[in-house]
Each structure stands twice: as structure tokens, then as C-alpha cells.
């Protein structure tokens, strides 16, 4: 529901037709601002014994703004906002009433990127005593010029890997690509649209590419950050869950000087 006042309308509407009714009765002279808006718009629902948070405190920080007792709507439109005794003098004979009961009521917000998953995740491991991460080799590396030098550099990385390691079918790998900004990727956001787009046919690097190149383990090919967490960068580190199902980071096999010829 937006906020915004439908009162001055109506009310010249409303006065126009109380002049037309009264003549020259000084009352109906009045300006529509001095009419009190119950007389003006009745409200199709109040909702009373609230605490109706407003943030309307812009700044960020830590206050909720204006905190309201009752609040009346009209049209899908909250028009008012005050004391039950001044929301009720807004009801019509054919408006609803709503007793909240001290619940809180919040403005609807609109958040376009939020991962709920991985916080009930979170929580469930902590509830139910489960490892906090998954186990398996995790590298962290720049990311390529091109599509076609990311996955030329994850193949070199996997040869290195298992030269050093031999994945059990269990365990999982993970490729975090780092943001380079000399090579055109400024952000992780950047590098993350190699993987991504809206449309299937504007990704750049496929699940086939990496079938391709890893055909018999399970890789995850992601940008900044993934199932695993690496300590340091261009190092395979071999993950496993400790005693506390936290996870225990072992140095496996560096990249060494030659990687990027």
C-alpha cells in the first residue's frame, strides 16, 4: 500500500457541492483545508492497537521512525496514520475494524537479492548439531581474459589437483574465480555473469563446458565465494568438517609461476 493523500480531490468535489446546497453560507466558503478529513473520505479499514512502523527515517541507521497506534486505508491506499480514537473518527458506517492486537505491522519491502537459503541452512546446521560445510578441494584462482582462458586455467588447476589428490566420490570441488579488474571483471558481480544471465542463451560458460573438462567429479564453478571457503588464494586446500562440524582447511598443492603460461 503506497501512502499518499487522496483527501484534496474529494474535498473540492465535496465543497464545490456543499456551496451549491448552502449558497452563501460562510461555512461553506470554508477551504477544503479546514474540513477535517473524516468528514472528507471515509476509510474502507481501520486497523487499531498496532504498533505501526514507519521508517520514515530515511538515514541509515538503526531508527524506525515514527511509530503509529491505528491506521486508516482507502482503496488499497493508507491515508492516515494516529491514535485509535483519531483512525476510528475516519470509520463510515460500512468500514471494517481491526483489532491487531499489539502486533507489529511493517511497511512492505521489496528486496531484489537475498538469500534466504543459505541462512535456514545456517540455522538448521546450528539447531540439529550438522557439519557446517561440505567436504572436498576448494581453490580460489583469477579468473580469465575470455571464457575460453577461464576454462583453459580450471583445466590446469583440476591436472594440478589431481596430480597431488584423488577426490573420493563424496567429496565436492569448488573453483571460487576471483574479480581481475586489469582484465575487464571489476567486481565478483562481473564474474559471476559468466556463469549467469536472464537468458540460458547469453551464458558464457555452460554446464557442458565444465562436464567437458571435470567429467567425473562434481565441480562447482562460482565467483568470489561458493560451497567452500578457501583461506588463501591460488592454493587447493582440502576441506573437512572438524569436531564442531566446522570445516578444517589442509594446504594440498600450491599454483606455482608457470600456472598462467
Known amino acids: 500500500m503506497t501512502h499518499r493523500c487522496l483527501i484534496a480531490t474529494t474535498g473540492i468535489r465535496l465543497a464545490a457541492l456543499l456551496t451549491f446546497l448552502l449558497g452563501g453560507n460562510a461555512w461553506a466558503q470554508a477551504s477544503v483545508g479546514d474540513l477535517p478529513p473524516e468528514i472528507l473520505l471515509y476509510a474502507d479499514v481501520v486497523y487499531l492497537n498496532a504498533k505501526i512502523v514507519t521508517l520514515d527515517d530515511h538515514e541509515l541507521n538503526a531508527d524506525p521512525g515514527t511509530i503509529a497506534e491505528a491506521m486508516a ?11 485509535d480514537s483519531e483512525m476510528l473518527a ?30 535456514s541452512e545456517r540455522f538448521a546446521r546450528e539447531q540439529y548439531n550438522l557439519r ?6 576448494v581453490l580460489q584462482m583469477d579468473v580469465g581474459a575470455t571464457p575460453d582462458d577461464t576454462m583453459a586455467r580450471v ?17 565436492w570441488l569448488n573453483i571460487e574465480l576471483m574479480h581481475a579488474p586489469a582484465l575487464g571483471f571489476a567486481t565478483p558481480a562481473s564474474v559471476s555473469t ?14 557442458s563446458d565444465i562436464s567437458e573438462i571435470v567429467p567425473n567429479y562434481p565441480l562447482v564453478l562460482s565467483s568470489a565465494t561458493g ?16 569436531p564442531n562440524g566446522r ?10 609461476r608457470s600456472f598462467d603460461q
Open 73 to 83: 486505508v482507502r482503496d488499497e491506499v493508507i491515508i492516515a496514520l494516529g491514535t
Open 227 to 242: 560451497i567452500m571457503d578457501a583461506p588463501e588464494k591460488n592454493i587447493w586446500f582440502h576441506v573437512t568438517a572438524g
Open 132 to 137: 557446517m560445510t561440505p567436504e572436498g578441494y
Open 194 to 207: 559468466l556463469m549467469s544471465a536472464p537468458k540460458l542463451s547469453d551464458v558464457r560458460i555452460t554446464r
Open 90 to 119: 475516519m470509520a463510515g458506517p460500512d468500514s471494517k475494524i481491526v483489532d491487531l492486537k499489539g502486533k507489529t505491522v511493517l511497511p512492505g519491502i521489496v528486496e531484489s537479492h537475498v538469500h534466504p537459503m543459505s541462512e
Open 155 to 171: 583445466a590446469r588447476a583440476m591436472d594440478l589437483l589431481l596430480d597431488h589428490a584423488t577426490p573420493t566420490p563424496d567429496e
Open 247 to 256: 570445516p578444517i582447511a589442509r594446504e594440498v598443492v600450491a599454483l606455482d
